[in-house]
């Protein structure tokens, strides 16, 4: 992606102010769904036509991940066949062209048992081809005679594909683990995957898993992978680096975090490595701790907190553990959002407050409300509207009123108007005509359930394929990113995976550093005044969320820095004449945009983002 948009005129920035409108007044509705191919009636009729079908390819072999639209229906239709198109299938296995044999596995994976005859051909067309199609039909079949072959080719198969082995298959990772040969990569990518896995595989990993960390545990000096010299430990740090120096206990531990509740039973060994004191290990432990809710790990990231690089990480984990932090993190808090330097600072400051929600916040979250920067204002009235403070309801809601009717920050209004429909259990009208009226979820005869995606942009670009002199050249799954950007030599890698969260990562040579982790839905990344920002967000159920991160570098270490709050999922975007920011948002809800309920309205914004991070409206003409 460039680091410059050529376009700042107001007409451009008219047009994005008409699209975003567009959109959230449901004018401009995306209407091609990926199943509507699994729905074409007229694409092939009978096993003889699909077949025909299948191998019917138009042009050179482009290389895309994707099959074209006729292979894939007909590889929808062959695979509702019966047994018997099994062995027509397999000789296709070999076909020169990579389409056909794509199509031919994806078909034999979706007959799943009526095609276990199939096993040794697709286990052949695996070794010959493992980023292919073979291993997605293998885990369709689930068939424990691939766990060899997947072994041999963990490095060399889709990620995204090992996500999905079933039930026989997925052990094979947990063996990866507890392997103490793996390499570093190995390691790194299957602590990866099974983080995505944790909440599909079965109840007796997590007992698995504390088994193999206690047992790492015990070393009376932490194994590492083979071949690791480590002759002088790194600074200590607070992000989740994993390298070839990061002892095997914080994959393990790692993964376990990917379970939360159910890992909890690993809080007593998990624990234990926050303990050992050990650089590599201690970040990780902490997250973990984090993500169990435990109360044991309030102390440690107190101690994040004072330290100003860590202090990003601190807060989300504050506002993770919510309560359990009350009250010890009350007042460090407190002081935070009254005396930070950083109005990013202040403004989580005030979010983790609302997630705490301890009455001795009150009083400083109201005087917040009309503090000197919009998005400290905005922070402070979404904390006052969250469920810990509804037992307050009565006393804050004139104050939601008045924000609705007089404050000057459009995410404040959207907060304050949030929060009253909560509530109130109904709609609330905006206080400006101009502005439209948002949708209470789940109240009403019009409610309904569609099935679509789960984060949706106007202008998404796809990574493109990146150099093979890079330093994007070598990051895995690169079709599946949705931010891919090279950092000098490092290259920033982004996964959304909407609902089901995303991460955010720096890849270099020899190290992965974890920046945001699961929680994350990074878009995209766009250069703002020579810093990379990576533009973050959820359209979803019940309605829309975004913000803007920095990403920079400090002393070797990579951090993700919290920029802005936006009103609402992230549409558009583009920089002015000036190079300043322009995003578009809306807060229409996720069924609204893929049922076309019509007459639906949602609050729709465009804003500038200044350097400084200040947010101003920017009307139809693209002036403020």
Same mark, same amino acid.
């Given at each position: 992606?460039?680091?410059?948009?050529?376009?700042?005129?107001?007409?451009?920035?008219? *047009?994005?102010?008409?699209?975003?409108?567009?959109?959230?007044?449901?004018?401009?509705?995306?209407?091609?769904?990926?199943?509507?191919?699994?729905?074409?009636?007229?694409?092939?009729?009978g096993a003889d036509a699909c077949l025909a079908l299948?191998?019917?390819?138009?042009?050179?072999?482009? *290389?895309?991940?994707?099959?074209?639209?006729?292979?894939?229906?007909?590889?929808?239709?062959?695979?509702?066949?019966?047994?018997?198109?099994?062995?027509?299938?397999?000789?296709? &296995?070999?076909?020169?062209?990579?389409?056909?044999? *794509?199509?031919?596995?994806?078909?034999?994976?979706?007959?799943?048992?009526k095609a276990s005859k199939a096993v040794p051909a697709?286990?052949?067309?695996?070794?010959?081809?493992?980023?292919?199609?073979? &291993?997605?039909?293998?885990?369709?079949?689930?068939?424990?005679?691939?766990?060899?072959?997947?072994?041999?080719? $963990?490095?060399?198969?889709?990620?995204?594909?090992?996500?999905?082995?079933?039930?026989?298959?997925?052990?094979?990772?947990?063996?990866?683990?507890?392997?103490?040969?793996?390499?570093?990569? =190995?390691?790194?990518?299957?602590?990866?995957?099974?983080?995505?896995?944790?909440?599909? $595989?079965?109840?007796?990993?997590?007992?698995?898993?504390?088994?193999?960390?206690?047992?790492?545990?015990? =070393?009376?000096?932490?194994?590492?992978?083979?071949?690791?010299?480590?002759?002088?430990?790194?600074?200590?740090?607070?992000?989740?680096?994993?390298?070839?120096?990061?002892?095997?206990?914080?994959?393990?531990?790692?993964?376990?975090?990917?379970?939360?509740?159910?890992?909890?039973?690993?809080?007593?060994?998990?624990?234990?490595?926050?303990?050992?004191?050990?650089?590599?290990?201690?970040?990780?432990? $902490?997250?973990?701790?984090?993500?169990?809710?435990?109360?044991?790990?309030?102390?440690?990231? &107190?101690?994040?907190?004072?330290?100003?690089?860590?202090?990003?990480?601190? &807060?989300?984990?504050?506002?993770?553990?919510?309560?359990?932090?009350?009250?010890?993190?009350?007042?460090?808090?407190?002081?935070?959002?009254?005396?930070?330097?950083?109005?990013?600072?202040?403004?989580?400051?005030?979010?983790?407050?609302?997630?705490? *929600?301890?009455?001795?916040?009150?009083?400083?979250?109201?005087?917040?409300?009309?503090?000197?920067?919009?998005?400290?204002?905005?922070?402070?009235?979404?904390?006052?509207?969250?469920?810990?403070?509804?037992?307050?309801a009565h006393e804050l809601e004139p104050l939601f009123?008045?924000?609705?009717?007089?404050?000057?920050?459009?995410?404040?209004?959207?907060?304050?108007?949030?929060?009253?429909?909560?509530? %109130?259990?109904?709609?609330?009208?905006?206080?400006?005509?101009?502005?439209?009226?948002?949708?209470?979820?789940?109240?009403?005869?019009?409610?309904?359930?569609?099935?679509?995606?789960?984060?949706?942009?106007?202008?998404?670009?796809?990574?493109?394929?990146?150099?093979?002199?890079?330093?994007?050249?070598?990051?895995?799954?690169?079709?599946?990113?949705?931010?891919?950007?090279?950092?000098?030599?490092?290259?920033?890698?982004?996964?959304?995976?909407?609902?089901?969260?995303?991460?955010?990562?720096?890849?270099?040579?020899?190290?992965?550093?974890?920046?945001?982790?699961?929680?994350?839905?990074?878009?995209?990344?766009?250069?703002?005044?020579?810093?990379?920002?990576?533009?973050?967000?959820?359209?979803?159920?019940?309605?829309?969320?975004?913000?803007?991160?920095?990403?920079?570098?400090? =002393?070797?270490?990579?951090?993700?820095?919290?920029?802005?709050?936006?009103?609402?999922?992230?549409? %558009?975007?583009?920089?002015?004449?000036?190079?300043?920011?322009?995003?578009?948002?809306?807060?229409?809800?996720?069924?609204?945009?893929?049922?076309?309920?019509?007459?639906?309205?949602?609050?729709?914004?465009?804003?500038?983002?200044?350097?400084?991070?200040?947010?101003?409206?920017?009307?139809?003409?693209?002036?403020?």
């Amino acid at each position: 992606m460039g680091r410059e948009v050529k376009s700042g005129r107001p007409r451009w920035l008219a *047009g994005l102010v008409c699209a975003v409108m567009a959109l959230s007044l449901g004018c401009a509705r995306q209407t091609w769904r990926r199943d509507d191919v699994m729905t074409w009636e007229g694409c092939c009729k009978g096993a003889d036509a699909c077949l025909a079908l299948l191998q019917d390819v138009h042009g050179p072999d482009t *290389g895309a991940r994707w099959l074209p639209p006729e292979q894939e229906c007909a590889a929808w239709k062959l695979g509702r066949e019966g047994e018997d198109v099994v062995p027509r299938l397999i000789p296709l &296995l070999r076909h020169a062209d990579r389409r056909v044999r *794509g199509g031919a596995a994806w078909a034999l994976g979706a007959l799943e048992k009526k095609a276990s005859k199939a096993v040794p051909a697709l286990l052949d067309a695996y070794e010959r081809e493992p980023d292919g199609k073979a &291993l997605s039909a293998l885990s369709s079949l689930d068939d424990e005679r691939a766990a060899p072959a997947i072994l041999r080719h $963990l490095l060399e198969s889709p990620m995204s594909t090992l996500e999905h082995l079933g039930p026989a298959l997925a052990p094979v990772l947990v063996e990866v683990l507890e392997n103490p040969e793996s390499s570093w990569e =190995e390691l790194v990518r299957v602590r990866y995957v099974l983080a995505r896995r944790a909440s599909t $595989l079965t109840e007796n990993f997590v007992p698995r898993l504390r088994t193999l960390l206690a047992r790492e545990l015990a =070393e009376p000096t932490l194994r590492r992978p083979p071949g690791t010299s480590c002759p002088a430990a790194p600074a200590p740090g607070c992000e989740a680096i994993f390298d070839a120096c990061t002892p095997r206990a914080a994959y393990v531990a790692s993964v376990l975090a990917a379970y939360e509740r159910q890992g909890a039973e690993a809080a007593p060994e998990v624990l234990q490595a926050l303990q050992r004191a050990d650089v590599r290990l201690t970040p990780v432990a $902490l997250q973990a701790l984090v993500a169990f809710d435990s109360p044991a790990a309030v102390s440690s990231v &107190l101690q994040q907190l004072a330290v100003p690089e860590c202090r990003a990480r601190a &807060l989300t984990s504050l506002a993770s553990l919510g309560p359990v932090a009350r009250p010890a993190a009350t007042e460090p808090l407190l002081r935070l959002l009254a005396t930070g330097k950083e109005r990013w600072e202040r403004a989580r400051a005030a979010e983790a407050l609302g997630r705490l *929600g301890d009455p001795a916040a009150l009083k400083a979250l109201r005087q917040a409300v009309y503090e000197p920067h919009s998005e400290v204002q905005a922070a402070a009235v979404r904390a006052l509207g969250s469920y810990t403070f509804r037992a307050y309801a009565h006393e804050l809601e004139p104050l939601f009123q008045q924000v609705l009717t007089t404050h000057a920050s459009p995410v404040a209004r959207s907060h304050a108007r949030w929060a009253l429909q909560s509530l %109130a259990g109904q709609e609330v009208r905006p206080a400006d005509p101009s502005e439209p009226a948002s949708v209470l979820p789940g109240r009403g005869l019009d409610w309904q359930m569609c099935q679509g995606p789960t984060s949706i942009q106007l202008y998404w670009e796809k990574p493109k394929t990146p150099s093979r002199e890079g330093p994007c050249a070598a990051v895995p799954d690169v079709d599946f990113a949705s931010v891919l950007e090279a950092m000098g030599e490092a290259c920033l890698v982004g996964r959304d995976f909407g609902e089901f969260g995303g991460t955010l990562e720096v890849h270099e040579a020899g190290r992965v550093t974890v920046l945001e982790e699961p929680h994350a839905n990074p878009l995209q990344a766009v250069w703002v005044h020579g810093t990379l920002v990576v533009v973050e967000g959820l359209a979803h159920l019940f309605g829309g969320d975004g913000r803007l991160v920095r990403v920079e570098a400090s =002393e070797g270490r990579w951090r993700a820095t919290p920029w802005v709050e936006l009103p609402g999922a992230p549409l %558009a975007h583009g920089l002015d004449k000036e190079g300043n920011l322009v995003v578009g948002t809306t807060d229409q809800r996720l069924d609204e945009v893929f049922c076309g309920r019509a007459g639906t309205s949602a609050p729709a914004h465009v804003l500038r983002v200044a350097g400084d991070g200040r947010l101003a409206p920017v009307g139809p003409d693209g002036r403020p």
